[in-house]
């Protein structure tokens, strides 16, 4: 699976940018920001079936998605000028988006729709369908007062939401018409009594029934539920914010808790497999060379080069009736991107059962095996710059082990800032940054040729004196309790002392 987003990062003055600093849930509120802003425009499935011995067969969708605008309330989102140029320069179809993208909607919107529908109190949101149908109830009302009863009219070039919209409008105002879909984007309308009426209204031939607009209104949502029975391994590249999204568009807006987020999404995903994690893990044991993205690696991994000696990989084919990304590659469209995750997912699970064991393996491995080799990366999600590698949606997560903590001491320049800091570093290498005091900053890096470079080069800077983090020395805390300590123990002995003096008689 594979998203494609109106944008990545927020830059609200209250949304800051990634840190090392970030615990796992730190990051995650940082992120609910930026998915509660943007929208997901496109999503790729791609579906490998097992079909014989070493072939898989792959069928991979691509769907422009739209957010639900049927009774709801009128949805915002933001668009990232940097997304969308990026997405452009791709080829990306906007107007697609836009004008033929699948409604979708959450648990809570689908709540608020169907009791809407249900009291009779709904309101079309879009100012295009409303204008649409303005003009159809002007056409029906000029029709009826003369039309005879079981006479019809048709009302045409309509969206799948304007026929929904349009029968429950005209059976709200009048009580003598009714509508039937008739496809091909027509609606039939038809005068008839009262009576007649009543009795097609309680007619389970009735297409304008709540559980059917319902249906049509969660659109792409019923994909999903599809997706979460099936209980099959779902698979992405650098997936965090990809499940974000899917919890909060077509599940349930995030929840505050970071722990209650990771519940949800593992018990609609109970295996999770991020291909980035995984390839990670190859760069160490196979010499794999490091890659800056999904496209990068699927061709390093199809590299004879990097064939075992043994077994050959799976061979993976796409269906014939899915067979465009066979003939042109489509980097950055999410179908073609979610065929990547899988056929990347496969050869490295080939690799490294051929690589991490002395015993023999069967000439033609099976998806188990592959995912008992891959047993130590199921439901860890990378994390990108932060306190931990990878996101554990089943278990806790483990500490990054970072290179120590730097403490710079401001001398002679006060009222320097932390954007100051990171600008004085930056040419040299690259530091994230924290306030400790008025006068300290804290520096912490992923890489300890950076902290050595640091200490050397700044030895004899003449405003900035810098030294490894201690923490019984530096923490504010531990100041703090050291000066308390200190006034109680003086107070203390003034006391002991004043108290044992001899007294005047």
């Not at 792409?220 to 539920?225: K, Y």
């Not at 080799?373 to 970072?402: M, Q, W």
Request: hydrophobic share 40%; proline share 5%.
């Amino acid at each position: 699976l594979d998203t494609e987003l109106t944008g990545l990062h927020s830059t609200s003055p209250q949304n800051n940018k990634p840190s090392l600093f970030d615990s796992p849930a730190e990051r995650y509120l940082k992120t609910r920001q930026s998915v509660q802003r943007f929208t997901v425009t496109q999503l790729g499935l791609a579906i490998f079936s097992n079909e014989n011995s070493r072939k898989y067969v792959v069928h991979s969708y691509n769907f422009f998605l739209f957010p639900s605008t049927l009774g709801v309330r009128d949805v915002e989102f933001a668009l990232s000028a940097s997304s969308i140029q990026f997405l452009s320069h791709y080829g990306f179809d906007y107007n697609k988006f836009l004008k033929d993208g699948i409604p979708y909607m959450n648990e809570v919107q689908e709540e608020i729709l169907s009791q809407k529908l249900f009291e009779g109190s709904w309101k079309v949101s879009s100012i295009l369908d409303r204008d649409v149908l303005k003009k159809a109830i002007d056409e029906v009302t000029c029709w009826i007062a003369a039309a005879e009863e079981e006479e019809t009219m048709i009302l045409q070039d309509l969206s799948d939401y304007q026929m929904f919209e349009i029968q429950l409008v005209l059976r709200q105002a009048l009580q003598n018409v009714w509508t039937q879909p008739l496809g091909d984007k027509k609606v039939m309308v038809k005068k008839v009594s009262p009576q007649h009426r009543q009795r097609l209204e309680n007619s389970r031939y009735d297409y304008c029934q709540k559980e059917l607009i319902l249906l049509s209104a969660r659109g792409f949502t019923n994909l999903f539920h599809t997706i979460v029975k099936a209980k099959k391994p779902l698979v992405g590249h650098n997936m965090l914010m990809d499940l974000m999204h899917l919890h909060e568009k077509f599940y349930k807006p995030l929840p505050e808790s970071y722990e209650e987020f990771k519940r949800n999404i593992h018990n609609l995903f109970p295996v999770i497999i991020d291909t980035k994690t995984v390839t990670k893990s190859i760069w160490k044991m196979c010499l794999f060379p490091r890659v800056s993205n999904l496209l990068e690696a699927y061709k390093v991994l199809c590299s004879s080069n990097l064939n075992p000696k043994g077994p050959a990989s799976p061979v993976i084919a796409l269906a014939s009736d899915c067979s465009r990304y066979a003939e042109k590659k489509s980097p950055h469209e999410a179908g073609y991107d979610a065929f990547l995750c899988g056929s990347v997912l496969l050869k490295s699970a080939h690799l490294l059962l051929f690589r991490s064991t002395d015993d023999a393996v069967d000439a033609v491995p099976s998806f188990s095996q592959y995912l008992t080799v891959l047993a130590e990366h199921l439901n860890k999600v990378n994390f990108i710059r932060g306190g931990v590698s990878s996101i554990n949606f089943s278990g806790e997560d483990t500490p990054c082990h970072y290179p120590p903590l730097l403490v710079v001491h401001i001398r002679g320049c006060p009222g320097m800032n932390e954007k100051q800091i990171y600008q004085e570093f930056k040419a040299l290498c690259r530091f994230d940054v924290r306030r400790l005091s008025k006068n300290q900053f804290i520096l912490l890096s992923n890489k300890f040729k950076h902290v050595r470079l640091v200490l050397q080069d700044y030895k004899h800077h003449p405003h900035l004196q810098i030294s490894i983090y201690r923490h019984w020395r530096h923490s504010p805390c531990v100041n703090c309790l050291l000066q308390v300590s200190g006034i109680v123990a003086l107070w203390s002995l003034l006391a002991f002392v004043l108290g044992g003096a001899p007294r005047c008689s």
